[in-house]
C-alpha cells in the first residue's frame, strides 16, 4: 500500500467545516483512497472512497486533485459527535489475493462546543 | 451495526494463559482481517485470511495464530500471554474485491 501522511490533530468547533489532508505521493495507479472514521472503543466505520476528482455522500465529500498525490476530506458543519480519529488509507482493491489494508496513525479531530 | 460479530466483548486472564477470540464476518464476506490496538496506538495489522486461506500477514506474534473455517468463520488464538498482548482486537471482513472493509465492535482483552 502506498505510504499516507496526515495530521495528528486538529482542533475545531461545532458547525465549522473540517478538511484533514492527507498526502500519498506515491500512489499507484490502481490505488483507490478510502477513509475511515473511529471512535473511543470502538471499529473503525467506512467514510468515503474514492479515486479521482470528487466524492460526496451523506456523511462527508473526498477531494482528490488530478495528479492524485494528496486527498481531502471534508466534514461539513461538524458536530461534537464528530470527535474521533480519522483515517486515510490508499490502495488497490484486491482480487481475492493478499493485502495488508495497514492503518496510519490518523488524525485525531476534536470538535469543541 | 457492520454485521461483523466479534465474541468474547470483554477478557480476563492471566499472563502465560491461552485465548480463542473468534469471529464471524458479514454474510457473504469471504475476506476477514484481524487487527491489534493497544491503548492510544494505531491499528496494527496482523493478518488477513480470504476464503479459508491466509493470504497476508502482518507483524503478528509467533505466539499468536489464526485460521478461517469452512463457513467463513474466523478464529484468532494468543498463547503464552503477557501483559503487553492487552489490547482491543478487531476482526473487520470485506467481500475480497474491495478494500472497504467492515469492522466488528471488537474483543478487549485484558491480561493481568
Known amino acids: 500500500l502506498a505510504k499516507t501522511t496526515q495530521p495528528i490533530s486538529m482542533d475545531s468547533y461545532e458547525g465549522q467545516e473540517v478538511n484533514i489532508t492527507c498526502s500519498h505521493n506515491?500512489?499507484?495507479?490502481?490505488?483507490?483512497i478510502t477513509w475511515y472514521q473511529q471512535f473511543p472503543s470502538q471499529g473503525p466505520r467506512f467514510i468515503i472512497q474514492?479515486?479521482?476528482t470528487k466524492v460526496t455522500n451523506e456523511v462527508a465529500s473526498l477531494f482528490i486533485p488530478a495528479d492524485r498525490k494528496s486527498s481531502t476530506l471534508s466534514l461539513p458543519r461538524v458536530s461534537l459527535s464528530d470527535t474521533a480519529v480519522y483515517y486515510c488509507?490508499?490502495?488497490?482493491?484486491?482480487?481475492?489475493?493478499?493485502?495488508?489494508?495497514?492503518f496510519g496513525g490518523g488524525t485525531r479531530v476534536l470538535v469543541k462546543p | 451495526d457492520s454485521g461483523v460479530t466479534q465474541t468474547p466483548k470483554h477478557l480476563i486472564t492471566a499472563t502465560g494463559q491461552r485465548v480463542t477470540l473468534r469471529c464471524s464476518p458479514r454474510?457473504?464476506?469471504?475476506?476477514v482481517y484481524w487487527y491489534q490496538q493497544s491503548l492510544d496506538q494505531g491499528l496494527q495489522f496482523l493478518i488477513q485470511?480470504?476464503?479459508?486461506?491466509?493470504?497476508a500477514k502482518g507483524n503478528i506474534l509467533e505466539r499468536f495464530s489464526a485460521q478461517q473455517f469452512p463457513d467463513l468463520h474466523s478464529e484468532l488464538n494468543l498463547s503464552s500471554l503477557e501483559l503487553g498482548d492487552s489490547a482491543l482486537y478487531f476482526c473487520?471482513?470485506?467481500?475480497?474485491?474491495?478494500?472497504?472493509?467492515?469492522f466488528g465492535e471488537g474483543s478487549w482483552l485484558t491480561v493481568v
Open positions: 454474510s457473504g464476506d469471504l475476506s
Open positions: 473487520a471482513s470485506s467481500p475480497g474485491t474491495s478494500n472497504t472493509i467492515y
Open positions: 485470511y480470504y476464503n479459508g486461506e491466509e493470504r
Open positions: 488509507l490508499v490502495g488497490d482493491r484486491p482480487k481475492a489475493a493478499g493485502n495488508k489494508l495497514t
Open positions: 506515491n500512489i499507484a495507479t490502481n490505488d483507490y
Open positions: 474514492g479515486y479521482k
